[in-house]
């Protein structure tokens, strides 16, 4: 839904603006759904994850199980597609900046995937009655690792902003 509307809206730029030095519908979709989870993930990594870690290990445990399938959901759509629209802006403009971005962007995937789901498998796996210092200890880890992926999603969209000054 979110998709729909940021394409609408660059379809309006790009029609008011036909040239090829223009904002394209890829090139903007790429720059917002990659400031979308940038600052998802940036939100998570300096707000939501230290005041979750306040928490007595019970209600940690919780709140982790709680929030983590949703924001993997949202930030999964969010890598994808502004991965699919910087390889776009990638293929119409030939600027290898929108490729490092789509790269980045993509490379939350087998990252997470590969890095993170063995983190995640064991904080799903874990009963309430399991929390304590093995738990905590996976949930700081697990930061500790959500933070590799704010710093591809922050690389990429300094990528793709870079990429439109550039074709100005």
Do not use: C, K
Not at 33 to 59: C, K, N, S
């Amino acid at each position: 839904m979110l998709f729909i509307g940021v394409t609408a809206m660059a379809q309006t730029l790009s029609a008011a603006h036909a040239d090829s030095s223009s904002i394209g519908t890829a090139d903007l979709s790429a720059l917002v759904l990659a400031t979308l989870f940038a600052g998802a993930a940036v939100y998570i990594l300096i707000a939501e994850q230290p005041a979750r870690l306040m928490l007595d290990d019970g209600p940690l445990l919780r709140h982790w199980q709680e929030s983590y399938p949703r924001a993997a959901r949202m930030q999964a759509s969010l890598a994808v597609l502004a991965a699919v629209a910087g390889g776009l802006a990638f293929w119409r403009r030939r600027d290898p900046f929108w490729l490092f971005g789509a790269a980045l962007m993509l490379a939350n995937l087998p990252f997470t995937l590969i890095v993170i789901a063995p983190v995640n498998e064991a904080l799903l796996a874990s009963s309430l009655d399991q929390a304590g210092a093995v738990s905590r200890a996976l949930i700081e880890r697990w930061g500790a690792l959500h933070a590799w992926r704010a710093g591809f999603a922050v690389l990429a969209l300094a990528a793709f902003a870079g990429a439109l000054v550039r074709a100005r």
